[in-house]
Nanobody, 130 residues
Framework: QAQLVESGGGLVQAGGSLRLSCVGS????????MGWFRQAPGKEREFVAT????????YYTDSVKGRFTISRDNAKNTVYLQMNGLRPEDTAVYYC???????????????????????WGKGTLGTVSS
């Protein structure tokens, strides 16, 4: 059974850094796009960043550009999210995801209004204090 497991969340002061990791198991994700979403309390889940299968292409939501960096290590079946310059508004549960189609990370289903990537982790909480 394929799984994605996130780690690295925690409590940090504004301006600080966190590094999230997501390890895949049960299958190789080396041929898939991988990425991160987040969901703040009372808000909808939103796209944060995605990276293609070989790491050569990345996309970020505007609010994290220049502060967050996504990377991957296919030998370890792992994707990372380095988060610098954290702000209180970055507080959220961060979810790792994987799908063969990179475009699914940045578009929602017109039927459900939700992201429809194939694989999801259970999330890790990152809290930024002011």
């Amino acid at each position: 059974q394929a799984q994605l497991v996130e780690s690295g969340g925690g409590l940090v002061q504004a301006g600080g850094s966190l590094r999230l990791s997501c390890v895949g198991s049960g299958r190789t994700f080396s041929g898939d796009a991988m990425g991160w979403f987040r969901q703040a309390p009372g808000k909808e889940r939103e796209f944060v960043a995605t990276i293609n299968w070989n790491g050569f292409s990345t996309y970020y939501t505007d609010s994290v550009k220049g502060r967050f960096t996504i990377s991957r290590d296919n030998a370890k079946n792992t994707v990372y999210l380095q988060m610098n310059g954290l702000r209180p508004e970055d507080t959220a549960v961060y979810y790792c995801a994987a799908d063969a189609q990179m475009g699914k990370f940045r578009s929602k289903s017109s039927y459900t209004g939700r992201y429809v990537v194939n694989y999801w982790g259970k999330g890790t909480l990152g809290t930024v204090s002011s």
